[in-house]
Each structure stands twice: as C-alpha cells, then as structure tokens.
C-alpha cells in the first residue's frame, strides 16, 4: 500500500479529469484483448463457474421456496458463495495480467482464503447496488427544489462509490492489506484518478453489453475482472515512478508521469503480437 499516496484534502483540488493519453487507453484494451485471448480457457471456467453459483443457486431456491427456511438459506450461500468466486478469479487474473500462466489448482486453493472476506465483500456491493437507486428514486419522488436536491446528492454520492468500488478486487488481488484498508484504497484511488477510473466503468460496461452476445459466456464478468486487474497494475507504475523520483512534490510529480517511458516495456509486450500471430500463431 505505501505505493498510493496518502490521502489528503489538497489532492481532491488539484485532479485534472484527464490525465492519461488516449495510447495508453490503447495499451490496456489490447492488453486485456491478448491475455485474455491466452487465457480464454479460464475466463470460460470462470464464467461458468459464476454462472452456476448465481443462477443455480437461485433456480434451486426457486424450487424449495414453499419452505421459506430452505429457500433463504440457498438464496444466503449463493449469495456468499458468489463473492468468494469473484475474488478468486480476481486473483487468478492479477496474475495473467503479470504474463504469468493460470492455475486452476491455485485457484480452488484461493477460494478457501476468502471463505470470510468474499461474503462481506459481495454483501456490502448488493447493499449499495440496491440502497442507492432506491435513495435516489425516493428523494427524486419527493419533489420540489429540496426533494431535487437531494436526489441529485444522493446521484452524485452513488456515482463516486461505484467508481470507486470497482477497484475493490484488484486492490485487494495485488496489494496487500486488510478490508478496511482495500477500500480505503478505493477511494484514494479513485480521488487521485477519476478520468480513468470514469473510463474504466464505461469500459466494463461495453464488456458487459457485448458480452449479452455468447450469454456472458465470454469474454463476460471475468473479462471484466481481468480489464480491472490489467488497468490497476499499470496504474502502479505511475507511483512506482514517483516513488523513484522523491525530489519531486506529490502534485508536480502527478502531472509529469512520463507515460510512455513508464509503460515502454508493456509496449513493447504488446507491440511484438499481432491479430495474425494469435489465429496463425506458426506463421510468426
């Protein structure tokens, strides 16, 4: 975590809304394209795998609701169960991310880490996915100048925790630390990057749209997951170089990140592949 600066009000006022270049947007989709394309076989799994948890779990609550006790008790691990698989898959693709090959092994392995961690996470997204379009209608049906006011209030302060939210998994796949300090780092995250972190968003959700195609079968929430995982890694290398450059204050070291030199190994990475060489890899 000592990689993230520390959150103070002084970093709110000095954030300009874009401050990454349209090349290195580039540089993430075609990451997140290739290795995801080499890793195809787990993205598949691992959408299956959420497939089942969700919509099976829910389908045999359905089936036992006449006996509410059973159905609620289905309905709670599927529930609990889902956050669990999420964070695994989370973690698997931190490691794709890093060119590293997956394991299922690991995997399964890293499901019983977050037998804890993963309930309270996906109990506190279902919480605010639900409790915010509710605050949001009610203050909005109120009307009037207050009722408006509120609403938009209430818009504003659901914007910023889904944008900051979306960073939860893979802050916590490749940073250490506990729950409180995950999300802590959200936010900190998001206030020091809220142009890229509105792109991200928008970019989950163009996955998510094109993903209704192969019923979110691909490249679907893992897709996503691995987007996260690639965007937040090179995120790290901004404070990486500002860390190897202490002569310089926090605010003029955030505006001077020479991207390119920053990121000119992930470049070169992506720049050595090419569509043919994933269909016609022998003919490279």
Known sequence: FSRVPPYNQHTIVKIPLICYSPRMKGLLIRKAFYDGWDSVLFLLLGNI???VVAFGGFALAHLTAPTFGIFLTILAIAILLLGVVLLSVSDELARVSTFQPFSLKRFFLSMKKYLLLGPLYILIFIFFLVLFPLAVYWYFSLGGL???VL???MFWISLIFYLAFQWFLPVKSQLEGNFVKALKKCFIIFFDNPGFS???LLYSLVILVLSMIPFLLLPGISGILLAQNEAFRL???KYDWMEEHPELDFATARKNVPWDEVLSEEYDAVDSRSLKGLIFPWRD
């Open 49 to 51: 795998l959420l497939f």
């Open 146 to 148: 207050l009722g408006t």
């Open 151 to 153: 609403g938009l209030i």
């Open 198 to 200: 509105l792109f991200m």
């Open 235 to 237: 995120l790290m290398r």
